[in-house]
């Protein structure tokens, strides 16, 4: 008898080829009874995973996390603005305009109006870059919104990019045009607590479980 795999000269009797362990047609067959009773249970059971609960920040929250980003950005804004006042000296050219003189009578000074368009574009732009700097990172949100526990995020509960975080901003200037502060107050009783500027920038604002 020859081994079927190196053709090595066999016992009569050999289960194996003592060459390259080839097992032979006296080889035992040994069968696996509990191969197809797990393959039924596999089959038959289904693992029940848990649902995710989605929990949506409500009207109140949102408003106490913006009087929270609020004093933040004062505390910031208010030291640049006194010493951009003073750069300019500012507190001399209100100091020189008499009390009861009309201030607005030979027009402002250039460095004044210059002030104010710094202050206007410090406003504008700070919050802007605070909000939407912030909202993009890994934090998800302002400082107001973690320490609330709140994170902005898109329809699918990704962290949303750097362009909707600025849409979702400055979506609040349509937001404020709304009579009686509704489109705020919409987070309040919509299906998904959203307000007007999150509609437009398909956003959620959630609490972290």
């Not at 000296?89 to 027009?107: C, E, V, W, Y």
């Not at 700070?126 to 993009?136: D, K, M, P």
Request: a positive charge.
């Amino acid at each position: 008898m020859y081994c079927s795999k190196c053709g090595s000269t066999l016992a009569e009797d050999a289960p194996f080829c003592s060459r390259c362990g080839q097992p032979t047609s006296l080889a035992p067959i040994i069968a696996n009874p509990a191969g197809p009773l797990v393959a039924r249970v596999a089959t038959s059971v289904r693992v029940a995973l848990p649902t995710p609960s989605v929990a949506y920040a409500g009207f109140w929250l949102r408003v106490l996390a913006y009087l929270i980003d609020a004093l933040i950005l004062g505390v910031f804004a208010v030291p640049i603005v006194i010493g951009a006042a003073m750069a300019m000296g500012i507190g001399g050219i209100l100091a020189s305009i008499p009390r009861d003189g009309n201030p607005f009578i030979n027009g402002l000074p250039p460095i004044f109006l210059l002030f104010i368009w710094f202050c206007v574009l410090l406003g504008v732009g700070g919050t802007w870059l605070y909000h939407a700097l912030l909202e993009c990172s890994e934090w998800e949100g302002t400082a107001g919104k973690k320490a609330l526990g709140l994170i902005v995020t898109d329809m699918s509960g990704q962290r949303v990019s750097f362009a909707r975080a600025s849409g979702r901003h400055f979506g609040k200037i349509v937001t404020s045009f709304i009579p009686l502060g509704i489109g705020y107050a919409m987070a309040g009783f919509t299906e998904k607590r959203q307000a007007l500027h999150d509609m437009l920038a398909s956003c959620l604002v959630l609490r972290k479980s």
